[in-house]
T-cell receptor, first 109, second 113 residues
Framework: GQNIDQPTEMTATEGAIVQINCTYQ??????LFWYQQHAGEAPTFLSY????GLEEKGRFSSFLSRSKGYSYLLLKELQMKDSASYLC??????????FGDGTTLTVKP | DAGITQSPRYKITETGRQVTLMCHQT?????MFWYRQDLGHGLRLIYY???????DKGEVPDGYVVSRSKTENFPLTLESATRSQTSVYFC????????????FGDGTRLSIL
């Protein structure tokens, strides 16, 4: 996706912690979403940040710094089922989202 | 059950044919979207709609046509299919407000021979 960047692939070990970064450039920023997409399935919503700081939701947390155009998704206590693609997307004033290309996370035993 | 459904799930057609992908949602969401997702890539917006009878182009609209005569339906038509339009197509809907996430259908896997 344009103006939004995230690593293509990451590998981590079961039980570990992994941080997936996302950087973006846009005017009219209206929040940042993270979605999870398992292979062959539809994306599903994970988190939304509009203010700076960390939002925690169980094993998953998401952080936003608006001044730096930076977000990350933190996954703790990794499980095999966390192997998926993670998409970050920023929202604009027009009500639409621009998606990154996604980070494919592989969790190994 | 409430949700968003796409049909067909799989479609094979030939170049030059017209094909329509259907999308239906039961939440009465105002916003609806069509994306394509190619292998190893994220979601690229084709068209979106803020309400019935209001549609707007996304990032990659060429070769596609949409309509939205009813809030719950948002069909996508490929008027003359080309091989470059082989892709997975996702429809999504969302409520009004910047904090409203998009809810995706299961996708249509379209192959154009």
């Amino acid at each position: 996706g344009q103006n939004i960047d995230q690593p293509t692939e990451m590998t981590a070990t079961e039980g570990a912690i992994v941080q997936i970064n996302c950087t973006y450039q846009t005017s009219g920023f209206n929040g940042l979403f993270w979605y999870q997409q398992h292979a062959g399935e539809a994306p599903t919503f994970l988190s939304y940040n509009v203010l700076d700081g960390l939002e925690e939701k169980g094993r998953f947390s998401s952080f936003l710094s608006r001044s730096k155009g930076y977000s990350y998704l933190l996954l703790k206590e990794l499980q095999m089922k966390d192997s998926a693609s993670y998409l970050c997307a920023y929202n604009t004033n027009a009500g639409k989202s621009t998606f990154g290309d996604g980070t494919t996370l592989t969790v190994k035993p | 059950d409430a949700g968003i459904t796409q049909s067909p799930r799989y479609k094979i057609t030939e170049t030059g044919r017209q094909v329509t992908l259907m999308c239906h949602q039961t939440w009465s969401h105002s916003y609806m979207f069509w994306y394509r997702q190619d292998l190893g890539h994220g979601l690229r917006l084709i068209y979106y709609s803020a309400a019935a009878d209001i549609t707007d182009k996304g990032e990659v609209p060429d070769g596609y046509v949409v309509s939205r005569s009813k809030t719950e339906n948002f069909p996508l038509t490929l008027e003359s299919a080309t091989r470059s339009q082989t892709s997975v197509y996702f429809c999504a809907s969302s409520g009004v407000g910047p904090d409203q996430p998009q809810h995706f259908g299961d996708g249509t896997r379209l192959s154009i021979l």
